[in-house]
């Protein structure tokens, strides 16, 4: 797939309803910075065998060095959803425009305890967050420190 353009990105950011605010949570090293670039490399933004081992979002030197994200970083992805038949309920709430591109502004949040204010700050921008959890560790203590972040910033 090839990135989207500056100017796509800009028409899709014009449209309130398709632009959804995710952050990524999970305890340190469970994932999160691999995760975003899988969803980066999705784009075409980067290249699938760089997802996971470029750290794209940890723009900063001493994030690399260290391999740990210390300031949140977001970025705006293009998504358009499948329709897979599902519709939403009989309340009257308005449903996904199957078909039709999506904005999606991910956050890419520490999972250290010395930068839950990071985490917080994220959250309050955020529409949803995405929980990862390890399947190999399980949930840990800082999963649901950020878990309890999450609901209190909702």
Known sequence: ?????????????????????ISVLAHVDHG?????????????????????????????EDEQLRCITMKSSSISLEYTPRDL???????GEEGVCYGEPHLINVID????VDFCSEVASALRLCDGALLLVDVVE????QTVAVLRQAWAER
């Open 1 to 21: 797939m090839a990135a989207p353009s500056v100017e796509k990105l800009h028409g899709l950011m014009k449209n309130p309803k398709r632009i959804r605010n």
């Open 32 to 60: 999160k910075t691999s995760l975003t670039d899988s969803l980066i490399a999705s784009n075409g933004i980067i290249s699938a065998r760089l997802a996971g081992k470029l750290r794209f979002m940890d723009s900063r």
């Open 85 to 91: 038949g599902v519709r939403p309920g009989a309340g």
């Open 109 to 112: 949040s520490p999972g250290h």
């Open 138 to 141: 399980g949930v840990r203590t």
